[in-house]
């Protein structure tokens, strides 16, 4: 079972960044991110593999979210820029041992606790 630790959410001014890590207790293929919000189901916001460091993103997001990983530690990041009220969820980190580039929930095995983000006007 692999424990997933995330962190660095918090509230923010539309048009501010802030950055979410998310540490893996064993290593795992591809990391990724999703976002929820209530009533809603679990969005694709981004994912990284781990050995070529194939990633993908949703269209929301390309040109202002990043995503990078730090192999040695186990732990993916996603930076968050010219962030907009929209973007406001609890973002999830997700793992998988699958070689596939993942966009859809389904697809991970391993999810953390979420953290909140909320982007005000």
């Known amino acids: 079972q692999v424990q997933l630790v995330e962190s660095g959410g918090g509230l923010v001014q539309a048009g501010g960044s802030l950055r979410l890590s998310c540490a893996a207790s064993a290593r795992t293929f591809s990391m990724g991110w999703f976002r929820q919000v209530p009533g809603m189901e679990r969005e694709f916001v981004a994912v990284m593999t781990r050995s070529v460091g194939s990633t993908s993103y949703a269209d929301s997001v390309k040109g202002r979210f990043t995503i990078s990983r730090d192999n040695a530690k186990n732990t993916v990041y996603l930076q968050m820029d010219s962030l907009k009220p929209e973007d406001t969820a609890v973002y999830y980190c997700?793992?998988?041992?699958?070689?596939?580039?993942?966009?859809?929930?389904?697809?991970?095995?391993?999810w953390g606790q979420g953290t909140q983000v909320t982007v005000s006007s």
């Open positions: 997700a793992a998988s041992n699958s070689i596939l580039v993942l966009t859809t929930a389904r697809g991970y095995a391993y």
